[in-house]
């Protein structure tokens, strides 16, 4: 099969043909139709994020149609369209597994990290962290809601009833849980890098009640922030914009250092909190709930031998 492959970190992918993998117990045989590119690629590419299985196929926002059922496996039947996330595997015993806390697992393997993901023709995924996809979505649309969707919504559950919330970073995960957070009758605001006025644009379109730069104070304060942009000085500056009591939550894999700030903007009781990968539970409970709302992601489609192409872009 053909796929593109990482061999070292910070090395442009290689196109490759590689034997197609076989579904092992309880395991799917997918066929690729779309696979969405996640800045935790990037991550993974540059060595970020620094234990990847090498050679690798990346790609953890999967849609594809079941060819073939391992021993055992029975959720899916041959041609079932499923998506495949970023959590992978996890062991089912450890602490974490057991307090409902699987998207910590101390031994939890990842999509496209520690297990080969979906820039490929092919790819084998465990069926029980695979997902049926609504009909009304395509391929394509639905291969973002894998991981910004899913992520985004953990991040989004994280800021708890808060009726105001600000969104850092416009980007794939905040122009999804916009839609998610308008669904549920929350107001939203918008913060763009500073001077990125179509970001802006973007996001008032969505329905930002007000969008503007992320060094500016927001109208009124905000009764939660959700950070998806890579930047740690949003970490204070999410704080100061926050109301007493709110909570600021980290959406990301990874962020530069956060500046050190005063504790006033801490203090009176706000939270800063960080969100790490998913649960079934949340990508059973944000699927069902994105067909609801009639969620729309905006994609750009591209050929599978450009990937190099879109990961510089
Ligand atoms: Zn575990
Ligand atoms: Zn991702």
């Given amino acids: 099969m053909y796929a593109q492959l990482l061999t070292a970190a910070r090395q442009p992918l290689v196109a490759a ?5 076989r579904p092992g117990p309880g395991q799917l045989l997918i066929a690729v139709r779309a696979c969405a590119v996640c800045r935790t690629d990037l991550h993974v590419l540059d060595g970020e994020l620094a234990e990847p299985k090498l050679p690798l196929v990346p790609g953890h926002e999967i849609i594809g149609t079941v060819v073939e059922q391992g021993e055992a496996a029975e959720r899916f039947g041959i041609g079932d369209r499923v998506g495949v996330p970023w959590l992978g595997w ?11 806390q699987e998207n910590l697992c101390d031994r939890a393997r990842f999509t496209g990290y520690q297990i080969d993901g979906g820039y490929a023709e092919l790819t084998v995924a465990d069926e029980r962290y695979c997902f049926p996809i609504d009909p009304h979505y395509g391929d394509v649309e639905a291969a973002p809601l894998m991981c910004a969707g899913l992520i985004g ?15 850092y970073g416009f980007g794939a995960a905040a122009h999804i849980v916009a839609q998610v957070a308008r669904h549920q009758g929350r107001r939203f605001f918008a913060f763009s890098r500073p001077g990125d006025v179509a970001a802006q644009d973007f996001a008032r379109s969505l329905g930002a009640e007000w ?13 939660a922030a959700l950070i998806f942009a890579t930047v740690g000085a949003l970490v204070p500056a999410a704080l100061a914009a926050t109301r007493k009591g709110g909570t600021v939550v980290c959406g990301g894999i990874h962020m530069s250092d956060i500046p050190s700030f005063p504790y006033r903007i801490l203090w009176e009781e706000r939270v800063v909190r960080s969100v790490a990968n998913l649960t079934r539970r949340d990508a059973e409970e944000f699927l069902a709930l994105a067909a609801d709302a009639g969620v729309r992601t905006e994609t750009v489609t591209y050929p599978l031998a450009e990937a190099n192409r879109v990961l510089d872009e």
Avoid at 90 to 100: A, L, P, S
Avoid at 215 to 223: I, K, N, Q, V
């Fill in 153 to 167: 919504y953990r991040t989004l559950r994280m800021a708890g009833d808060a009726q105001l919330v600000g969104i």
């Fill in 90 to 100: 996890t062991c089912g015993v450890c602490d974490y597994c057991r307090r409902g």
């Fill in 17 to 21: 043909e590689l034997p197609p993998p």
């Fill in 211 to 223: 969008a503007g730069d992320s060094t500016a104070p927001p109208p009124e304060p905000l009764d």
